[in-house]
């Protein structure tokens, strides 16, 4: 599943979410801080000095389940090659995760540092990126794109009023919930972009204000 947006609509904190509420062990692999991401998700081969086994089969061995969901942050960030410390360079993630995600050799995809077969038809992947022109046609034949737009004022106002339910007591929610619809209504009048980053940060800014003792 590749989850298609602009930055500040949740992709992230969705693709945790779905881990969490299916009480399944999940892993967070950033392309940006990861060299490529080609080495953390599948590992390297014995007699490399960094040789060890990615970070899908550790985290299979680690928890014991063949069902992990595997989250890749930012997958157009995937250059099409890598170099090594030795100077040589071999393909990008896309050509790694194009036999992990496909039924057919995920079955029996051979692991480079155990050079053992993994059954991996069970794990979920969720993938993030802000644009697709970067991604190969054969990579995004093999996955489902689900494009995310940014929430309208409406969907924000809800999103923050529950926010603020779940950051302040009930005696000033209803106080909270009011300063957080006038800021948005503010935000949206000046013809500004609100992420959802913005709104909880707005949500945390609001709850520490009401939050403060009050001299009497």
């Known amino acids: 599943l590749i989850l298609l947006g602009p930055p500040g609509v949740a992709k992230s904190s969705w693709s945790r979410a779905v881990a969490r509420i299916f009480d399944v062990a ?5 392309v940006g801080a990861s060299n490529g991401a ?3 998700i599948a590992g390297m081969e014995r007699g490399w000095s960094s040789a060890a086994p990615g970070r899908v089969v550790q985290t299979m061995l680690r928890e014991r389940t063949a069902n992990p969901v595997i989250i890749i942050d930012e997958i157009d960030k995937i250059p099409e090659q890598v170099g090594t410390s ?7 993630a896309y050509e790694v995760l194009k036999s992990m995600v496909e039924p057919t050799s995920a079955r029996t995809w051979s692991c480079p540092f155990y050079q053992l ?6 794990v979920s992947w969720v993938m993030t990126t802000n644009s697709l022109d970067r991604i190969p ?15 309208s004022l409406e969907q924000l106002m809800v999103i923050g009023r529950n926010m603020i339910s779940q950051r302040l007591p009930e005696i000033l929610q209803d106080a909270g919930q009011e300063a957080i619809e006038d800021g948005l209504q503010r935000w949206s009048s000046q013809h500004r972009r609100v992420s959802l980053r913005m ?8 709850s520490e204000i009401l939050n403060r003792p009050r001299l009497i």
């Open 26 to 30: 999940s892993v967070e692999v950033d």
């Open 199 to 206: 709104v909880e940060r707005m949500a945390d800014r609001i």
């Open 38 to 40: 080609t080495f953390s």
């Open 86 to 92: 030795k100077g040589s360079m071999l393909p990008g």
């Open 137 to 151: 046609t054969a990579f995004l034949d093999r996955c489902k794109v689900v494009s995310l737009e940014y929430p």
């Open 117 to 122: 077969p993994f059954d991996l038809t069970a």
